[in-house]
């Protein structure tokens, strides 16, 4: 039987983390065996307190058999390294988190090394499969990175019910564009040259 083991960070809890969990639990409903793997202790975790609501199975073993699907954020890519049997996914939820698209800065210590790692990366993304939610992360793979557009799937998310019920608007809107300042800069401020008036 194939059993599909999620890798996840648990001392924070972001929009990522909760896709992790999201992701576990319809495979699960799908009759898909799923199990969350996480990389730091879970037990009275951020991940634990916000996320235990999805009800995910734990493990604390990496399976690396025939069997196995891992999945594996691209912020903890070097796993993917120790996994020699079972079929590697990599799913691209934020590229600009990843260390080697070069989008946030570092001393430069931590530059020169990412730069290496990034490098050494090269022949894992041809070896590995990879999971985007955005078209920006599909064009980073097959442009910066070099990846087979069969090697690339789409996998989509979902925004949590309870984060839809607690902010419905009455009605009274204001006109504000909102956006990440840490996330597609470069393109967000052409956007913002072109729509002058919401600046």
Known sequence: ???????SPA???????????QLCAELNMDNIYSEMY????????????????????????????????IVIPETLID???SIKRAKIYI???????????????????????????DKMNSKLFKKCDHLVQSEYARQYLLK??????????????YLNKEFLNENRSNGDRESII???????????????????EYE
């Open 1 to 7: 039987m194939k059993r599909i083991i999620i890798l």
């Open 11 to 21: 001392y924070i809890a972001t929009g990522g983390t909760e896709l992790l969990q």
């Open 38 to 69: 996480y990389t730091s202790v879970y037990k009275d975790s951020p991940v634990e307190e916000k996320f235990s609501e999805y009800n995910n199975p734990i493990t604390t073993e990496l399976v690396d058999d025939d069997d196995s699907i």
């Open 79 to 81: 796993y993917a390294y």
């Open 91 to 117: 799913w691209w939820l934020s590229v600009d988190n990843y260390y080697g698209a070069n989008r946030i800065k570092y001393d430069f210590i931590r530059n020169f090394v990412y730069r290496i790692k």
């Open 144 to 157: 910066e990175k070099n990846v087979q557009p069969s090697k690339i799937d789409s996998l989509s998310d």
């Open 178 to 196: 909102l956006y990440n300042p840490k996330k597609g800069i470069d393109f967000t401020m052409r956007i913002m040259e072109e729509v002058g």
